[in-house]
């Protein structure tokens, strides 16, 4: 046999199999890789716990703020039922008087003239009265006073010796109800000159 057919010997002899140095060294590295993944794997399971309990969290705070917001907006609801019935109920209650005043007044018989207009007059500022307490006011301008669209309907323009557009005469009051036109003043309204 020549030199080249004998097996080598030595440590050229196994250079593609690993020594028991290194077999040993990679499968404690395969066993700290896998520990790390294993630390990582339960790392991200905690995350995930933790996610999901705030997730739950969440969900029963957003379920009790609906609760509380269709409670609030029942109560609310509720409230402004009464206050409208309330309000009636004391616009009503200004009115009683006036109606008694009314049935007084129609109860007497034999009444002159003189004593209806008395009767009449006091009853009218009972009802003014009512109306006041209640925010209804008049709305009832003075002759010459600037035309207002927002508070006077004019009926027509007439010529007068007055600034145009101002008003001439009231036709009928109008009324406001805690400042918005119930019903606008009817007026004449001088024309352009």
Known sequence: MSE??????????????PSPEELEAALAANEAESQAQQAVAQNLEAELATLKAKNAELADQYLRAQADVQNARRRAD??????????????????????DSFEAGLAIEGATLEQLREGSEATLRQLQSALERNKVLAINPAAGE????????????VPAEQEPNTIVSVLQKGYTIAERVLRPALVTVSAPR
């Open 146 to 157: 600037k035309f207002d669209p927002h508070q006077h309907q004019a009926i027509s323009m």
């Open 4 to 17: 080249n057919q004998n097996p080598p010997n030595g440590p050229d002899a196994l250079s593609g199999a």
């Open 78 to 99: 509720e409230e402004v039922s009464k206050a409208r019935k309330f309000a009636l109920e004391s616009f009503a209650e200004g009115l009683l008087p006036v109606l």
